[in-house]
């Protein structure tokens, strides 16, 4: 089983769409979760740390459920500036850090 | 200007013509890291270091080395590559010996091996 399973999409919205992202990982004990962005294979770029309590940063939020060992990505109002590719990563136990293959997102004018 | 910076960018090589990836972070970072990026497989780590002269195996260390003599640099060592490690690879850093905060990345390596 991979450590953290993502659906690679893609997800064709159109401007000013609500989208939504589901990441599941299988260590229970994983200590850390983050969101990234990668542009068209360009390195990948910190979107938000995901926190216990939930956490926004603009139009972007992000949970946690530790009970179901899911980690969410929601954005608002899209823009065309948000197609990208978006990984969830998930710092296991130990210092070991585990990627998603990713969710492909592409805003459509 | 903070930054990562991997060379070279591009490469290809032959089977068994040991190369070297270099690696340097300038923000004094304590927590290094390799990745290799394969279609349908997403990144997957390969070494990780905590510090100077500490390195572990991440989840693909088979045919590659790493060293950590000083702190800014993190080199990936192929010692006799094989067209299976065809992939762009990623170096990143990390402020914290435990890497809970942000890791920046390198803008990536293209190696091909033939």
């Known amino acids: 089983r991979k450590e953290v399973e993502q659906d690679p999409g893609p997800f064709n919205v159109p401007e000013g769409a609500t989208v939504a992202f589901n990441c599941t990982y299988s260590?229970?004990?994983?200590?850390?979760f983050f969101w990234y962005r990668q542009d068209c294979r360009k390195e990948p770029k910190l979107l938000m740390s995901?926190?216990?309590s939930g956490n926004e940063d603009g139009r972007f939020t992000a949970q946690l459920n530790r009970a179901s060992q899911y980690i969410s990505l929601l954005i608002r109002d899209s823009k065309l500036s948000d197609s990208a590719t978006y990984l969830c990563?998930?710092?296991?136990?130990?210092?070991?850090?585990?990627f998603g293959t990713g969710t492909s997102l592409t805003v459509i004018p | 200007e903070a930054q990562v910076t991997q060379n070279p960018r591009y490469l290809i090589t032959v089977t068994g013509k040991k190369l070297t990836v270099t690696c340097s972070q300038n923000?004094?970072?304590?927590?290094m890291s390799w990745y290799r990026q394969d279609p349908g497989l997403g990144l997957r780590q390969i070494y990780y270091?905590?510090?100077?002269?500490?390195?572990d195996k991440g989840d693909v260390p088979e045919g590659y080395k790493v060293s950590r003599k000083e702190k800014r640099n993190f080199p990936l060592i192929l010692e006799s590559p094989s067209p299976n490690q065809t992939s762009l690879y990623f170096c990143a850093s990390s402020s914290e010996p435990r890497p809970t905060d942000t890791q920046y990345f390198g803008p990536g390596t293209r190696l091909t091996v033939l």
């Open positions: 270091s905590m510090n100077v002269e500490v390195t």
């Open positions: 260590n229970s004990a994983s200590q850390s």
């Open positions: 990563v998930v710092l296991s136990t130990g210092n070991q850090f585990y």
């Open positions: 995901v926190y216990s």
């Open positions: 923000m004094n970072h304590e927590y």
